[in-house]
């Protein structure tokens, strides 16, 4: 029985997908560049960049390529969690899905699984008009895009709010695509009282690791191509900052994880969180030294209880955040400990950060950040 359920909904969201790329061949280079990154990824290949900072949240809509949404799409983690969370949610629901991208993917999903009506916004000019493209024509009375910002959008009359929201705008860290002002602002003006959030939550986890190793040359390349990685002959990570990792090794953490921060969408939420933590240095298996040099975060997205997706287990398009604190790594102790304490301000779209370390003998390292911005990580 849940072998054919199963079957079902893959069946579903792979004719969805064949029908996508079948009205939008012209997406072909973008399908390949995407899929072909996908496959690289789950073969385990370490593909990363340094991130640059940047503080236009806006320009994140303009900038989410296709070949990006490619890589989303060939997520199979993603795509089941959420064809699974709106299957049982979604009859007879009137539904927002905030950020359609080029496919309308979520949204055509809520239609084929009887919404009442769908509404999508898409910001990005290029994926509204790709989306209007494409839109099954079967499904046009039950379906309209309009292209805006969701906080642009003009408040329904109180009958027509809608009451279920579905929406993928999580970032590597949850919070660092804008979702919590955007959700915030959709509950106040377009949702109704009790209207339920797709997905239903997410927390962001930070982890003490020791240093990452080099790059093979193979890898350098691959980040070469795919991220905005300098030069395919720079494999040492010497650098301290901050850098989006594909296939981080899970070997390196070196403490327990603890929450950097921690949101649930479907209750009332402040939009600026402080969370303070005590790491304890774990002894390896081996007799090495344990060195630390800085710390992961890595996503936890619960779409609904029953469908949870983990950046650090598993091989998601959502990578790690390696924050590098030191050049040279510090030797620690089995059982030494490390106070953080971890703010979040996401009071506005572009969503700030920040990390404050103190060593046992009283040394604080910092570091500040603002939301991320795709272009401005990686070349796809
Ligand atoms: C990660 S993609 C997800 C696309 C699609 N929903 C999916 O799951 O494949 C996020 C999309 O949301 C759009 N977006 C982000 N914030 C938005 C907002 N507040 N209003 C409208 N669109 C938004 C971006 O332009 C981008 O196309």
């Not at 997908?17 to 990824?41: D, E, N």
């Not at 050049?327 to 990390?355: F, W």
């Not at 060593?359 to 950040?369: D, R």
Request: proline share 3%.
């Amino acid at each position: 029985m849940q072998d054919k359920k199963e079957l079902t909904i893959t069946t579903k969201s792979g004719s969805i997908v064949c029908l996508m790329l079948f009205r939008y061949s012209k997406f072909a280079p973008a399908y390949f560049v995407g899929t072909l990154f996908s496959w690289l990824q789950r073969k385990g290949f370490k593909i990363l960049s340094k991130r640059r900072n940047h503080n236009d949240a806006e320009m994140l809509t303009e900038t989410y390529s296709i070949a990006v949404h490619h890589i989303m799409i060939a997520d199979k983690y993603r795509v089941d969690a959420y064809q699974n969370a709106i299957n049982k949610a979604v009859t007879g629901k009137n539904v927002l899905d905030i950020g359609t991208g080029p496919y309308a993917f979520l949204a055509q999903m809520a239609v084929v699984a009887n919404a009442k009506y769908t509404t999508g916004v898409e910001a990005s000019r290029e994926s509204y008009n790709a989306a209007i493209a494409q839109l099954n024509p079967a499904y046009l009375s039950k379906i309209t895009i309009d292209h805006c910002y969701s906080t642009n959008k003009i408040s329904p009359e109180e009958n027509s709010k809608y009451d279920l929201l579905i929406h993928e705008i999580i970032g590597c860290i949850g919070s660092d695509e804008g979702s919590l002002p955007v959700v915030k602002d959709a509950k106040e003006r377009l949702l109704t009282k009790n209207a339920q959030i797709i997905p239903h939550s997410f927390s962001t986890h930070i982890i003490s690791v020791s240093p990452l190793q080099s790059l093979t040359l193979f890898e350098s390349i691959l980040s070469r191509m795919y991220m905005d990685h300098e030069s395919i002959f720079d494999t040492e990570i010497k650098a301290t900052g901050m850098y989006d990792v594909f296939n981080f090794p899970i070997q390196n953490a070196i403490s327990d994880p603890n929450v950097f921060e921690t949101f649930n969408f479907n209750s009332d939420f402040d939009l600026i969180q402080k969370n303070s933590h005590i790491f304890k240095i774990k002894k390896q298996s081996t007799d090495e030294p344990i060195l630390f040099d800085g710390f992961v975060l890595f996503l936890e997205l619960v779409v609904d209880e029953q469908n949870i997706i983990n950046s650090y287990l598993q091989k998601t398009n959502w990578n790690v955040i390696y924050i590098k604190l030191l050049e040279v790594p510090r030797e620690m102790q089995d059982g030494e400990e490390i106070h953080v304490k971890c703010e979040i301000d996401a009071s506005n779209i572009d969503t700030k950060y920040s990390l404050t370390v103190t060593f046992s003998e009283g040394t604080i390292l910092s570091h500040t950040w603002n939301g991320s911005n795709p272009k401005a990580i990686g070349k796809i």
